[in-house]
């Protein structure tokens, strides 16, 4: 019998081990890597864009929707970009290779979801995913670093919310 529940008990915390969420510091990132987040949709009309930004200080960025700038744009040698970048996002930054969300002490519906991942020369990627309604005094801490993430980059113009008639929510 004690056999038994030693194996469900193992069992348990190998299933448990690939449902990993976010906690504890933060893994070390390295400058090589490359740093990208996207931000999915909300109910309303929120801006919804992707931005990479390479150790070399390359920004990249990507307007899909309700957005000042719709499209590709990029800027070179923004290096104090990427620091800033590492910086921030450094105490939420998952072991690396991991998948983790945020944890939800309550959560709060039809907010913007994140994806933020950082890649290594040798293409492993550790991704933090976040839904800006998962609250918590932690999550409450990444969001603001988050919405401060286009003006570090030199987005914030172009990133910025504009509604366009005729255009959905969403």
């Not at 299933?15 to 400058?31: D, F, H």
Request: glycine share 12%; with cysteine.
């Amino acid at each position: 019998m004690v056999k038994v529940a030693m194996i469900a008990g193992g069992l348990a915390l190998l299933a448990l081990g690939g449902c990993a969420s976010i906690g504890g510091t933060g893994a070390p990132a390295t400058p090589a890597e490359t740093i990208s987040y996207s931000v999915g949709p909300c109910f309303g009309f929120c801006p919804v864009y992707s931005v990479e930004v390479t150790p070399d200080g390359t920004v990249r960025y990507t307007g899909e929707r309700h957005t000042a700038v719709l499209g590709g744009k990029e800027l070179i040698g923004q290096t104090g970009a990427h620091k800033a970048m590492l910086k921030a996002l450094a105490p939420y930054r998952p072991a690396t290779g991991q998948t983790a969300d945020t944890e939800c002490e309550q959560q709060v519906s039809d907010l913007q979801h994140y994806r933020i991942v950082w890649k290594a020369a040798d293409g492993t990627e550790t991704v933090l995913q976040h839904n800006q309604g998962c609250r918590s005094p932690r999550n409450d801490e990444l969001n603001k670093v988050l919405q401060g993430l286009p003006a570090k980059l030199g987005i914030a113009d172009w990133a910025k919310s504009e509604h366009r008639p005729g255009v959905s929510r969403g």
